[in-house]
């Protein structure tokens, strides 16, 4: 890696971030304003203002017919985009440095994880980052207390039952359960 290549880029090529980056101040300068950010989210009396701020934070304005419920968690804000119709229920948490992708019409349960980021398994490098993107699809339901590991796709009306680990992509039109989700049965 070289270190006079862009952070972002290397942020979106997926290669590792290190902390002795030349960029990495200001990387950490938009995760501090997106955590500032942050309280102002969950200290809003409406959904409205969630949904105000959660656009200021992700740069792009949410859909009206979109609700987020406080408390509601991002850490980088930058790299999520979310779609029309999108309801995300209490007490979410996305770890989005890697990219979150939203399309319309999904349901996010309650207490959620949605985490783009991991570390290398070396010792010696494990504080840098390793990102990946989660992409969930079209009228997708992810069920309460699941969590989507890096790098997985949610095809088009799956459903995650509540509580699973998702660590491979689940096909379009089917349900997947457990730690690890495993494939339950397909949607007719």
């Known amino acids: 890696m ?28 938009i995760v501090a304003n ?11 009396k409406e959904t409205a203002q969630v949904r105000e701020i959660l ?33 995300i229920n209490h007490a979410c948490s996305f770890l989005d440095i890697g990219g979150i992708t939203i399309e319309d019409d999904v349901l996010i349960g309650p207490k959620v994880n949605l985490i783009t980021e991991g570390h290398p398994l070396d010792p010696n490098n494990r504080k840098s980052l390793l990102c990946q993107p989660i992409h969930i699809k079209r009228n997708a339901w992810i069920g309460a207390a699941s969590t989507i590991l890096p790098g997985i796709t949610i095809g088009e009306n799956a459903v995650v039952a509540a509580g699973s680990v998702v660590t491979r992509d689940v096909p379009s039109n089917t349900i997947v359960a457990g730690v690890p989700a495993k494939f339950v049965k397909e949607i007719e």
């Open 34 to 44: 997106t955590l500032r950010l942050n309280v102002d989210l969950n200290n809003a």
């Open 55 to 87: 656009s200021e934070i992700i740069g792009s304005k949410i859909d009206e017919s979109t609700a987020i419920f406080a408390p509601f968690h991002i850490n980088f804000g930058k790299h999520t985009t979310i779609g029309k119709n999108v309801f």
């Open 2 to 29: 070289s270190t006079h290549k862009d952070i972002f880029q290397i942020i979106k090529d997926r290669e590792e971030v290190h902390q002795d980056h030349p960029q990495y101040g200001e990387f950490m300068q």
